[in-house]
């Protein structure tokens, strides 16, 4: 069964499939559930169930995705925050990780460049 497409770009619906295909994960591999969400967004909130969990069955990892009104845009984002789960429980590098380690080589860089930088190391 090929990736479902969702309310995102082509583009963004390509990279999905792309990282799943990656990390070797197929749909049979996923399970999906719909509650309820939580937070602002009155009625229309709490008459939908348009938060989604995911969960990758032979794993055990869960992504939860409330985030959204839009029941397909949540899917969506479910999907990619299970994938980042997974293949951070792999060893694999993560946008996270990158975000981190970026920040951490600009953190270094401001302490060098510092007058009072120079002194603490």
Do not use: W, Y
């Not at 090929?2 to 749909?27: C, D, G």
């Not at 946008?95 to 510092?114: G, Y």
């Amino acid at each position: 069964m090929p990736t479902p497409v969702f309310a995102v770009s082509e583009q963004k619906n390509r990279s999905l499939s792309a990282r799943m295909a990656e990390l070797e994960i197929t749909e049979e591999e996923l399970e999906e559930r719909f509650v309820r969400s939580s937070g602002r967004g009155g009625q229309h909130l709490n008459k939908t169930s348009s938060a989604v969990q995911v969960r990758h069955i032979p794993t055990g990892i869960e992504a939860r995705c409330g985030r959204e009104r839009s029941q397909s845009l949540n899917r969506f984002l479910a999907r990619r925050e299970l994938l980042e789960k997974i293949a951070h429980s792999r060893g694999l590098l993560t946008k996270e990780d990158e975000e981190i380690s970026r920040i951490r080589k600009q953190k270094k860089r401001r302490l060098r460049r510092s007058p009072t930088g120079q002194q603490k190391i």
